[in-house]
């Protein structure tokens, strides 16, 4: 099924021209609208009318993470506040988040376009949605939410954690569709299965998937243990949020990307040049139709391949395969996006430790485990010699990183020899 | 009249006991007392030693997180109720101990007893008043 079949199966020719006239329109608003963008196209010595072609967009410079902290919180804003109705961000301390908003029209084609996905995943009026992405800050839950809600399912607002709960309603309400991180996914299975519920006898019959890498190996894993069919979903809290881009279930292969709204191109990480569709790089994301906070070839840091054959769904749109690679430093634990340098600026901030640490990932059933090992100061217990000061320190950290990012680490507190030992600052156990 | 006790950050893992104490050997420290506290992830070393400034800098130049901590060394007579005279004391007066530990003197005659108090000053004035031998540091690094 298609959601909106106009825009959807729009011929390439026609989906070109479409984008070109979009791009040439946002270009004209963020260049006047945006000191960032005026800035960078004028040292680039272009403005919004050099760009004649979708070609000539590679003019244009990138616009990077680093960019969107610098101007925290709202100087990449294109409208002004009263007309922004919503606000969502990136975990990190002041400073090192990203704070993106909506005006009332980027909500609706938000909407639009995660209802695309869903009609992509089979749904229809008559599913009910277990959406286990997490309600808050972070886009996810919300932005699934509107758009089950758009295409007349009925949505379960459950967000994440509470396991033995979810299992429960699970059991009890029905529902037939689960939106969740695969980990956690993975996480109610195994929960279920060890409070002797049947997970493969709910009602589910399909499940929306995404936010963490994960692989086809991890999906085989999710379709046995509940008896469904799990697709992927791609969303970048910077551009809009989820429903970027969605597996469609005629097709299973690759996600289609949404691009009457967005342009994506492939770059190499290394030079930023652009590679030809179809050869593995890194994705760059340009937001046609977002009017409170519109990106210009943003970096996604996202590694990925664009599949150009047609797709048997119908849809026009070109796909992008499952993203298994990054080209930075950036961490997904359960489902939450942090950079070391985050976790750097919260050790600063606590007097007895140095901000050298360790960071150990692993996991602990089908969740994301962080063992974080940190250096004591040498003024680590001052006076007192005390074994409570220590504790207290340990507290302090395991706090601060749930609040700022959303993580709960087991703290070790460790003597620099074991740093020194240990090398690397992030050692990734993990397999997706 | 106060004591330098040298304070060492141990991680609880296989080996750092050890590595702390073949620093001390190969320094020719010789250790007068001491007690560990630990818990599940870390330990704490606390040392008297004959040679407080020594032991901070080597075991600082083994890669150790050491501090020097402020305690109070009290002398009483090895028989039964020589550490309770002193808590009495301290429980009239309000004084909080936050840890001790305590060792026989070679003699046998007398047991001394190490206190960490969050007021050292303050203990110490009471207990002289109520005239308890409180050993200078000096004193003890050489017992």
Redesign the interface.
Known sequence: MIYNEEFETLPREALKALQLKRLQQVLQRVYYTVGFYKKSMDAAKITPESIQSLKDLQKVPFITRQDLRNNYPFGLFAVPMSNIVRLHASSGTSGRASVFSYTRRDLDTWTDLTARSLVAAGLNKNDIVHNAFSYGLLPGGLGLHYGIEKIGASVIPISDGNTKRQITILQDFGPTVLCATPSYALHLAQEGTAMGVNMKSLQLRVGIFGSELWSDATRDAIEEAFNIKALNIFGLSEIMGPGIAMECLEGRRGMHIFEDHFIVETINPQTGETLPEGEEGELVFTSLTREAFPLIRYRSGDISRLITEPCRCGRTHIRMERVLKRSDDMLTIRGINIFPVQVEAILKDIQGVEPHYQMILDKEGALDAVELHVE????????????KE??MI?KRIVKDMKDYLSISPR????????LKEGGKKVIDKRTI | MKVE?I?V?L?N?PGSLEHATRVLKENNINIRTLSI???V??G?L?LIVNDVEKTNQVL?EA?????K??VVAVEVPDQPGGLHGIMEVLQKESINV??LYAFVEKSGQNAVIIF?F?DPEKAIDVLLKQKFTVVPGAKLYEF
Not at chain 1, 376 to 387: K, L, N, P, Y
Not at chain 2, 63 to 67: N, Q
Request: charged share 30%; glycine share 8%.
């Open positions: 004591v100061s040498d003024i680590f217990f001052g006076e007192a010699g005390g074994v220590l504790q340990e703290v070790k507190l460790v003597t620099p020899q074991t | 006790q304070s950050f991680e893992k506290a630990e818990t992830d870390f704490i606390r600082k890669g150790f997180r050491v501090s901590t402020i936050e840890y960490r969050d």
